[in-house]
């Protein structure tokens, strides 16, 4: 299974970013796509949104910023993210699941980088 993320960049605070991820090599469906974050410093990463049956899932304070958008059909996912702030520099992952319950197998990207600057 490959994850290829796209759309790092450096933007300024204030700014907009969408990052996207397509994901392959799959036999099975993907059951659920979603993105991550993890920030310098931080050593776990940070649950932003997914996406299961095409519907969205935020955690209770990002939704409003971060926007997330997904095509199961083509295996695709993004992440509109607006009114950047430099708290929000970090690497973002894109995060992949096959399978359900017990036999869900999780898979990641190789990250992308978001810079915010002041």
């Known amino acids: 299974v490959q994850l290829q993320a796209s759309g790092e960049g450096l933007v300024q605070a204030g700014g907009s970013l969408t990052l996207s991820c397509a994901a392959s090599?799959?036999?099975?469906?993907?059951?659920?796509l979603a993105w991550y974050r993890q920030a310098p410093g931080q050593q776990q990463r940070e649950f932003i949104a997914?996406?299961?049956?095409?519907?969205?899932n935020y955690p209770g304070s990002r939704k409003g910023r971060f926007s997330i958008s997904g095509d199961t059909a083509k295996n695709t996912v993004s992440l509109e993210m607006n009114s950047l702030k430099p708290e929000d520099t970090a690497v973002y992952y894109c995060?992949?699941?096959?399978?359900?319950?017990?036999?869900?197998?999780?898979?990641w990207g190789q990250g992308t980088q978001v810079t915010v600057s002041s």
């Open positions: 995060n992949a699941a096959v399978g359900t319950g017990p036999s869900t197998t999780w898979y």
């Open positions: 090599g799959s036999s099975l469906s993907f059951s659920v």
């Open positions: 997914s996406i299961t049956r095409d519907v969205a």
